[in-house]
């Protein structure tokens, strides 16, 4: 099966909550006059995003912070729902968006591997014959067996790579994952991930590291106020979001 994403018209509004705390006069006057004051306001994280993509694809996302960058992704992951539109999806997502989610701190690396393993939908015969695959990947031996509360955001990060990447995904999503990592581990994080692409799996990378976008991605899209204002090749893009972001300043 060919994995494909298809995003089409998306919105994501949020409500946020003001902090007004009211004196027990003001309260009782709202009630007396039946007048209640909001302390809310909708915020529009997506706007009638819209766009495809396609077995093989290796597609980056720009854009300042706020842009709506994460949010597009958590909503391609179904940890938002849209607030309209619709989003299909072929293929199997495996989804780094936030360093050490779904860890627990108190249990070892090696523990954490089969939890992680289960939140994914691996079974543990599958997780069993990639453990060791995993621990030698990230060159954590000395480490698999302690508590992960005591690891470093780096080795947080090693693992949680090597765990949604132990099996090739169809689809892998990651969101400033890098931002940790020392250069060795990330020279071969890029090298597995150009494997998985050479199988024709599509990656979406958010990342504010140009140098990564240029090395993984074919195609860049740009965010701006949670709409896109450009999509395209990675070199054209990132020209015009460097070329954007002078002129905000």
């Known amino acids: 099966m060919e994995?494909?994403?298809?995003?089409?018209d998306v919105s994501l509004r949020f409500l946020l909550y003001h902090d007004r705390t009211a004196s027990?006069?003001?309260k009782f006057a709202e009630v007396l006059h039946g007048k209640r004051t909001s302390n809310r306001s909708a915020f529009m994280a997506l706007q009638n995003v819209?766009?495809?993509v396609q077995h093989g694809e290796r597609v980056g996302f720009v854009g300042h912070n706020g842009a709506g960058k994460s949010s597009l992704l958590k909503t391609i992951c179904r940890i938002y729902e849209p607030s309209s539109g619709s989003i299909v999806i072929r293929g199997r997502i495996a989804p780094l968006l936030e360093l050490g989610a779904g860890f627990n701190p108190e249990l070892s690396g090696r523990e954490n591997i089969y939890l992680n393993g289960a939140v994914l939908g691996y079974p543990k015969r599958a997780m069993q014959e990639i453990e060791r695959e995993i621990i030698d990947f990230t060159e954590m031996e000395e480490f698999i067996d302690t508590p992960a509360k005591y690891y470093s955001s780096g080795m947080y990060m090693k693992l949680a790579f090597a765990i949604a990447t132990a099996r090739t995904p169809d689809i892998l999503i990651l969101d400033e994952?890098?931002?940790?990592?020392?250069?060795?581990?990330?020279?071969?994080?890029?090298?597995?991930?150009?494997?998985?692409?050479e199988k024709a799996s599509i990656m979406l990378f958010v990342s504010h590291q140009q140098?990564?976008?240029e090395s993984l991605c074919d195609r860049i899209i740009m965010l701006d106020h949670g709409r896109i204002v450009a999509d395209g090749s990675t070199a054209d893009v990132l020209k015009y979001y460097n070329e954007w972001s002078r002129g905000s300043r």
Do not use: H, P, Y
């Not at 994995?3 to 089409?8: A, E, G, H, L, T």
């Not at 994952?177 to 692409?197: C, K, L, T, Y």
């Open 3 to 8: 994995s494909s994403i298809n995003v089409n």
């Open 24 to 26: 027990l006069k003001e």
């Open 50 to 52: 819209t766009f495809n």
């Open 177 to 197: 994952i890098f931002a940790g990592g020392d250069a060795s581990f990330i020279e071969r994080a890029m090298a597995r991930m150009n494997r998985f692409i």
């Open 211 to 213: 140098s990564l976008l």
